[in-house]
């Protein structure tokens, strides 16, 4: 028996069955539009995908990479979508779109963030997977003609760098459908080749080769440099030589990072590669000398300590670089001989730090005295008078440092802002040459383009001298995306016949992080361009020469204080403490002489404790890391000169001089536990009574010197004698002591007293001897006792017998 309901009831629950069937149909029918339509699914900005990330997109591969008249129609782009949400995706699609040539400089880096108006799509979306669940991913290939009148195409009919973008769309669960990611690279093209929709007799067909009326001048700049590795604190002399740690082993070895870069530029211009010889002409190996002393110290082996700022008293483990170093630093010697090669800034220093450190020494060690550093250690004579600034921005502090050196040509990045305008309204970055003064010229360097290379290889960085309007989201490209950046941007100038000038410095990150693929693929750009009459090869020597000659003739106003990354300046509080070490190490530097028995002068074995300073202002460190190393970078070099200035001292005696005179001299010791001479002066502070003899300058060698320090004194009592050392500058060395010292001396007292006892003894002397000659009683001889006639000899038993007496008791009677 079926139970009866209440008539309300049944119609209530009929009511809501046909309202949840009518949802479930609308639903699915906005479904079915969705999944059947997806070429109507609206495009999106670049940046329009939320903070939480469902789908991550990577380009895997671009070919060809560069586009030419020799090769085929066709361009491919391969990659992979994965799934990074938290939940599962449906209806994955992909496709990809493209934008008009790049205008003007700034486009190489805004066409890839930002808004993504500019692209249009190539073709309709391609479903890559109907459902994506988490963690999972699904490759995916795209192919289309450059041009084509037979259906979709790139629609590329000239040549130029184009941006292209893969946009990837998607219905997350419990989401709508949506833009979820995108990924953006630059294709350069060369040439364009024929149409293979059209007959090959036709007109439009035809290949649209570059203009090369008007080849730009290049030069290269290849960096080999690498951030500071030798152990701070650790004075000149010391072996082996002591490391922070052993990535250079790793990086000298082959496959390593120095070793791509080395290899790269050995085989590029290597004879069989380049006949002509025209991109070893372009190309200039730029070596920073902290690694060229660094690598050569490894040579002859090296230990690598337990913590960074443990100095000379920390644990060590031996290094395994040492046959790498050799191997390397031979490798690099041979190549030196045949290309041209130009030093670094020491270290990569920061010359604007260093202006306000105020030290013209450590001045000219990082830029002056580079040369000779690269010269001694390769066996070369290295081009001279430019300064390289291969992250850092040229500011008016730098500038002034420049003006206080020898006359230099400063490759360095002119200030570039984006604007918020179309691409054509945007001017190019100004490359002309700029004179600030008699001493310095810029040769400017586009710094979009050395920001494309800076964003090469598996560690992308943006340089410090980078607008933040021109700065892209590197670690979300792939790096097969950023080598197609950065071979376009490098390629862009020549492919732009009205760009002016007409002459190009490529100058890369001074520590640059390349994968082999990398480096190949750029050197080999660098010849096709040269090959195909696009750009010519300008020496170095002719950019220095060049750029003096055709700089304006009035001076230009010096560059801002400030320019580039706020995060990325050192602080004044490193700057400080480097003035101050530094003062007090070259005070001490300049008291110390030669070891005449190993040739160490003093100047070398300061010399690491001065490098340590420009150490501390390495840009090769990232911006963020920068002044926390520096400080402990500092620290370290500054316990380790108090401790120098601790070695020299005086021996404490720990009791108290008795001087037998008044002219007795003060004996003390001297001892030096540094491994050179030193020249110091005595300091005693004498209290009143007592004069101290100045010795003057007094070259202490090695080990202990006693000395008698010439003293008169005046005085009879216990004093206490302060004595200290000093360098001849003034400066103390070691702890003064304290002597306790007695004297003796009467002074002019006593000399009287002995001058009065003296004549009282000969007045009575004089009188005794009168009377005895004369035969007459003296009254001190009444109280002695009578003589015997019988033995004139006689004396009593006790008595004492007089000399005198005798005498006259046996002189002749003259009766």
């Not at 080769?209 to 030069?219: A, F, H, K």
């Not at 082959?254 to 590029?268: C, E, K, Q």
């Not at 790498?324 to 604007?352: E, F, I, S």
């Amino acid at each position: 028996m079926t139970p009866a309901f209440p008539a309300s009831r049944a119609a209530t629950t009929t009511a809501r069955a046909v309202r949840d069937v009518a949802a479930r149909l609308v639903a699915a029918l906005i479904l079915l539009t969705l999944v059947g339509a997806p070429a109507l699914l609206p495009r999106a900005a670049a940046g329009e995908p939320g903070t939480t990330q469902f789908l991550k997109i990577s380009i895997d591969g671009v070919t060809p990479e560069i586009v030419d008249t020799a090769g085929g129609p066709l361009v491919t782009v391969t990659g992979r979508v994965a799934n990074v949400g938290d939940r599962s995706v449906r209806d994955v699609v992909v496709r990809l779109e493209h934008a008009d040539a790049v205008a003007a400089s700034a486009g190489l880096r805004t066409s890839l963030a930002g808004a993504g108006d500019q692209y249009q799509p190539v073709a309709d979306f391609i479903t890559v997977a109907p459902e994506l669940n988490q963690g999972e991913s699904v490759p995916f290939t795209l192919a289309y003609p450059l041009r084509s009148n037979a259906g979709p195409s790139l629609r590329i009919a000239e040549p130029g760098v184009y941006p292209l973008l893969v946009n990837v769309n998607g219905t997350p669960d419990y989401g709508a459908p949506a833009r979820l990611d995108d990924a953006r690279f630059l294709l350069p093209v060369l040439g364009v080749p024929p149409d293979p929709s059209v007959e090959p007799t036709d007109p439009v067909s035809a290949v649209v080769p570059p203009d090369t009326s008007r080849p730009v001048q290049v030069t290269m700049l290849w960096p080999l440099a690498d951030r500071p590795r030798l152990a701070a604190g650790v004075p000149g002399g010391t072996t082996p030589v002591r490391l922070v740690d052993d990535e250079l082993a790793t990086s000298l070895a082959p496959g390593g990072r120095l070793d791509t870069l080395l290899s790269a530029a050995d085989f590029a211009t290597s004879p069989p590669v380049d006949p002509d010889g025209r991109v070893r002409a372009a190309t200039c190996l730029a070596v920073d000398p902290d690694l060229l002393i660094t690598v050569n110290a490894m040579t002859t082996g090296y230990v690598v300590v337990d913590a960074p700022d443990a100095g000379l008293a920390g644990a060590t483990v031996p290094g395994t670089g040492q046959e790498a170093a050799v191997n390397w630093l031979g490798r690099l010697k041979t190549l030196a001989q045949r290309m041209c090669v130009t030093p670094t800034v020491y270290a990569q220093a920061d010359l604007t730090a260093l202006q306000r450190v105020g030290d013209p020494g450590l001045a000219s060690i990082a830029t002056t005295e580079t040369a000779d550093v690269v010269d001694q250690i390769l066996g070369v004579a290295s081009v001279r008078g430019a300064t390289l600034l291969g992250d850092g921005p040229l500011t008016g502090p730098a500038v002034r440092l420049l003006s206080q050196r020898e006359p230099t040509v400063a490759v360095a990045a002119p200030q570039y802002v984006a604007q918020d305008s179309t691409a054509d309204d945007q001017p190019d970055a100004d490359l002309a040459p700029r004179r600030y003064g008699p001493q310095v010229v810029t040769a400017p360097f586009d710094p979009t383009v050395g920001a494309a290379l800076a964003g090469l290889g598996p560690k992308p960085a943006s340089p410090s001298y980078l607008d933040s309007s021109l700065e892209v989201p590197l670690q979300h490209d792939s790096q097969v995306a950023r080598r197609q950046d950065a071979l376009a941007a490098m390629l862009w100038r020549g492919l732009r016949p009205a760009s002016e000038p007409r002459t190009e410095i490529l100058m890369p990150p001074v520590t640059w992080d390349l994968q082999p693929d990398d480096a190949a693929a750029l050197l080999s750009a660098l010849g096709t361009s040269i090959r195909a009459g696009l750009t010519a090869p300008r020496p170095l020597t002719a950019v220095i020469a060049e750029s003096l000659a055709t700089a304006p003739a009035v001076d230009d106003p010096l560059p801002p204080d400030a320019l580039g990354n706020p995060r990325a300046q050192i602080s004044g509080a490193v700057t400080g403490d480097i003035a101050s070490a530094n003062s007090r190490l070259w005070g001490l530097t300049s008291a110390l002489t030669t070891d005449e028995r190993t040739g160490l002068t003093g100047t070398q074995y300061t010399a690491p404790l001065r490098e340590d300073m420009l150490r501390a202002l390495s840009q090769s460190v990232p911006p963020d890391a920068r002044n926390g190393l520096g400080e402990q970078r500092v620290r370290r070099a500054a316990t380790t000169i108090d401790d120098l200035f601790g070695a020299v001292s005086i021996v404490n005696p720990g009791g108290s001089y008795t001087l037998a005179t008044e002219r007795s001299p003060l004996p003390l010791a001297l001892r030096n536990d540094l491994p050179v001479p030193i020249r110091v002066r005595l300091d005693v502070d004498a209290p009143p009574g007592m004069t101290v003899t100045d010795m003057g300058q007094i070259e202490l060698p090695p080990g202990y010197l006693p000395l008698r320090v010439p003293i008169e004194v005046h005085f009879t009592q216990r004093v206490a004698v302060d004595v200290a050392l000093r360098t001849v500058d003034g400066l103390q060395l070691g702890e003064p002591v304290r002597l306790s010292v007695h004297s003796n001396a009467y002074g002019k007292v006593l000399f009287v007293i002995t001058l009065s006892a003296g004549a009282v003894l000969f007045l009575l002397v004089g009188r005794r001897l009168w009377h005895r000659f004369r035969g007459e009683p003296d009254n001190a001889d009444l109280d002695r006792p009578k003589r015997r006639d019988a033995d004139p000899d006689f004396t009593p038993a006790g008595a004492r017998s007089d000399p005198l007496d005798v005498a006259i008791a046996h002189a002749p009677d003259d009766e």
